[in-house]
């Protein structure tokens, strides 16, 4: 099977725009899971999504958010970008009811 | 919330030598632990995992320890090669949350 993909690879954009990512799943896997990479924080949990609802959600502003559509694609947003918003975005599928994920190899965000 | 916290942050082996990584987790409700390898510039890739109800589980080199009694659970690394030269980390999940909390991460260097 194919991996998690991600689109774009990498992005630069400047403070206060908005940003829009994409995330493919493995195919069958119907659990997208969202986290922030970066080398003060780690890895940090954004959000859930299960058959196109939002499971859980970790400690972000509201800036964040996303949403997962039928074919189980999901997209997350970032509006108003701060500085502190550059990071690398992993997306991770999972298959139904378990807890392995599998990660997508990420996008780049840069904010000037 | 769940804690996870690793240590040591960074390991330098000679090849051939054993690397071991700890973690320990606060919420006694975590059921499940992985643990990824990730090189520079790629995504965290599955290694290993286990389970509550499981005290240790291999796969070749490497093998994960759980002791929930004490809430740690460790990875050992065996015969290591220059190619295990990457940055471990350890996660933990109540399936109830449906996320992974990550520890900071280990950068393992195995010197030739």
């Known amino acids: 099977k194919a991996g998690v993909t991600q689109t774009p690879r990498y992005l630069i954009k400047t403070r206060g725009q908005q940003v829009t990512l994409s995330c493919s799943p493995i195919?069958?896997?119907?659990?997208v899971s969202w986290y922030q990479q970066t080398p003060g924080q780690g890895l940090q949990f954004l959000f859930e999504?299960?058959?196109?609802?939002?499971?859980n959600k970790g400690n972000f502003p509201g800036r964040f958010s996303g949403r997962q559509f039928s074919n189980s694609r999901s997209e997350m947003n970032v509006s108003t970008l701060e500085l502190g918003d550059s990071a690398l975005y992993l997306c991770a599928s999972s298959p139904y009811l378990t807890d392995t994920q599998y990660f997508g190899p990420g996008t780049r965000l840069t904010v000037l | 919330g769940e804690n996870v916290e690793q240590h040591p942050s960074t390991l330098s082996v000679q090849e051939g030598d054993s690397a071991v990584i700890k973690c320990t987790y606060s919420?006694?409700?975590?059921?499940?632990f992985p643990w990824y390898k990730q090189e520079l510039g790629k995504r965290p890739q599955l290694i290993i995992d286990?389970?509550?109800?499981?005290g240790e589980k291999k796969d070749q080199r490497i093998a994960v320890t759980l002791n929930k009694t004490a809430k740690h659970f460790s990875l050992h690394i065996t015969e290591t090669q220059p190619e295990d030269s990457a940055v471990y980390f350890c996660a933990a999940s109540a399936r109830s949350q449906g996320n992974l909390i990550f520890g900071k991460g280990t950068k393992l260097s195995v010197k030739p």
């Open positions: 999504y299960f058959s196109e609802t939002q499971r």
């Open positions: 286990i389970r509550s109800n499981v």
């Open positions: 919420d006694s409700a975590s059921n499940y």
């Open positions: 195919s069958g896997h119907r659990s």
